[in-house]
């Protein structure tokens, strides 16, 4: 069994010629010390969710309420400096958890 990758996602922002913010993600591997990549982003929900600091960032999945964002690590093996977009690099899922009643939530810190 291997043991799991430790990696940090980060939302960054540059000023444009526009003087406008552009927004990045940043995925780096914290044991190899590598970026894995630095992509321009334009989703408000992926832009949200990292700016609020409510989710959960494991296993290459970003966890919040009842949806999970996965991180397609396999595609950024075959990048390797080619271009990637975003919808391709990020898989969206709603609805993770079979709520039986629209009542209950799921809790802040889920899936762990």
Not at 88 to 108: A, I, R, T
Request: proline share 2%.
């Amino acid at each position: 069994m291997t043991t799991p990758k430790k990696r940090l996602i980060l939302l960054t922002g540059i000023k444009n010629a526009k003087d406008k913010r552009e927004k990045f993600v940043t995925i780096y591997d914290i044991e190899s010390e590598d970026i894995l990549i630095n992509l321009k982003i334009k989703s408000r929900e992926i832009i949200g969710r990292l700016k609020s600091n409510l989710y959960n960032f494991v296993g290459g999945h970003i966890y919040y309420n009842n949806k999970v964002i996965k991180v397609r690590y396999d595609l950024l093996k075959d990048f390797k400096g080619g271009e990637i977009k975003e919808n391709q690099l990020f898989d969206h899922y709603s609805e993770v958890v079979n709520l039986k009643s629209k009542n209950n939530k799921v809790m802040s810190g889920m899936p762990l």
